[in-house]
């Protein structure tokens, strides 16, 4: 998930995401300001979304006995069309769900 270092790649899980940005948790803590590369794979998407973007924001979370880190990333590089699209999925996917449930 660094730019400059590939060594020190990080699985993160994404919370949620936006034309600007997108929120991940990781188990490491990463600092304000570091610039990062990234690949965005999702299960409504056929193809990695790569990318470059900026941390923003940190807060560590305590759950139980581990931490994570909830990091905030700014898009700096990336295609924005797929952006777009993997959001109107997933919106399509929260109507659905909300249909079913009679919402």
């Known amino acids: 998930m660094l730019e400059y270092d590939v060594s020190r790649s990080i699985k993160a899980d994404l919370i949620?995401?936006?034309?600007?940005g997108m929120g991940v948790?990781?188990?490491?803590?990463?600092?304000m300001g570091t610039n990062v590369?990234?690949?965005l794979m999702?299960?409504?998407?056929?193809?990695?979304?790569?990318?470059?973007?900026?941390?923003i924001?940190?807060?560590?979370?305590q759950k139980e006995d581990k931490r994570f880190f909830r990091v905030g990333i700014d898009f700096v590089k990336v295609e924005?069309?797929?952006?777009?699209?993997?959001?109107?999925?997933?919106?399509?996917?929260?109507?659905?769900?909300?249909?079913?449930?009679?919402?």
Do not use: H, M
């Open 25 to 31: 948790v990781t188990p490491v803590s990463l600092e």
């Open 42 to 55: 999702t299960k409504l998407w056929n193809a990695p979304i790569i990318g470059e973007g900026k941390v």
């Open 80 to 103: 924005k069309e797929s952006i777009r699209c993997i959001i109107n999925l997933l919106q399509k996917e929260i109507c659905a769900k909300a249909r079913n449930k009679g919402i």
């Open 37 to 39: 590369a990234f690949e």
């Open 57 to 61: 924001y940190i807060k560590e979370i």
């Open 16 to 20: 949620d995401i936006c034309s600007l």
